[in-house]
């Protein structure tokens, strides 16, 4: 891809090919109020492709009230949203994640009677094209359909190395390889932008450092772009290329991690709160 720039060399103009750096996600502007109380405020950001970025913040920033929007959980007030040049402002989350962008949740929400295998097959359910029909009568298009799902399943799981779990229920899983689990169902839905609401949240250091890893790994295996929330300062500060940070629904930083660690602003919004944790 790319776009032609005029430029000037030794005083003749000519026309240069330049590689342009694309937008996969602009959310310009957006403003999500609940009655009186304003949660986002103006909130613009752009991610480039493979880009990994921290939204970061005090506890009742705004920070899950915009995720929501950009997956369709929530209409904003004003402002939009572009996916890869698409509106998805007033999309519903089926639609949003269809187009590409898939999200894990504070809490884990895994079908925790489920084994691996079947709980990273759902995720692979939304791109299934037979119809009710075909699935009752297992037509050789099912039949197929179903085969490819489960083919591309144990693909899945071999590349988030969690193929020696493949049988074990879900909730017998320890507690680090659940989330990594959890972010494998969302990759089964073939995202191109992944959004990961504290996906720390209660690990331990050990867990922190390989969850780490594990997001550049299918970072770059997986072509994607990651928007994350996350309290955890070394993790934001270990892995995100760029931070923002909200407070009280407002961007009061965007930077660098080194500059968004001294900025006074973000300094002052958590006070009492260590940033280098
Ligand atoms: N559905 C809703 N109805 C009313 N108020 C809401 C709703 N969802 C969020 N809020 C409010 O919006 C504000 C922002 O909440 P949000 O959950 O987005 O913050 P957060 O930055 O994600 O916080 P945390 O880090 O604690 O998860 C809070 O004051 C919250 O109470």
Redesign the pocket.
């Known amino acids: 891809m790319g776009s032609w720039v005029r430029m000037k060399y030794h005083g003749i103009c000519c026309w240069e090919r330049r590689a342009v750096i694309v937008a996969i996600l602009e959310v310009n502007k957006i403003t999500i109020k609940?009655g009186g109380?304003t949660?986002v405020s103006n909130f613009s950001l752009n991610l480039k492709e493979g880009e990994i970025v921290g939204l970061i913040?005090p506890?009742?920033?705004?920070?899950?009230?915009a995720f929501n929007a950009i997956t369709g959980i929530y209409v904003p007030t004003s402002g939009s949203i572009m996916f890869q040049g698409n509106d998805i402002t007033r999309l519903l989350p089926d639609k949003i994640t269809k187009l590409g962008v898939a999200r894990t949740f504070?809490n884990i929400r895994l079908f925790e009677n489920m084994s691996v295998f079947e709980n990273v097959l759902v995720g692979h359910h939304l791109r299934i094209k037979s119809s009710f029909i075909d699935a009752t009568f297992r037509t050789p298009k099912y039949n197929r359909e179903e085969k490819m799902m489960r083919d591309q399943t144990l693909e899945l799981l071999e590349k988030v190395n969690l193929t020696e779990y493949l049988n074990e229920k879900a909730s017998s899983l320890p507690y680090g390889q659940q989330r990594h689990l959890e972010i494998a169902r969302a990759l089964a839905t073939r995202p191109k932008l992944l959004l990961l609401d504290e996906p720390a949240a209660g690990m331990n250091p050990k867990e922190s450092e390989e969850l780490m890893e594990f997001l550049k790994q299918i970072r770059d295996k997986f072509n994607l772009t990651i928007l994350l929330?996350e309290?955890h300062m070394q993790v934001v500060m270990g892995i995100c290329e760029r931070i923002l940070v909200?407070d009280h629904?407002i961007t009061i930083a965007e930077g660098t991690p080194d500059e968004v660690q001294n900025n006074q602003k973000v300094i002052e919004a958590y006070l009492g709160v260590e940033l280098d944790a």
């Open positions: 609940f109380l949660a913040g506890n009742g920033a705004g920070k899950t009230t504070q929330i309290h909200l629904g």
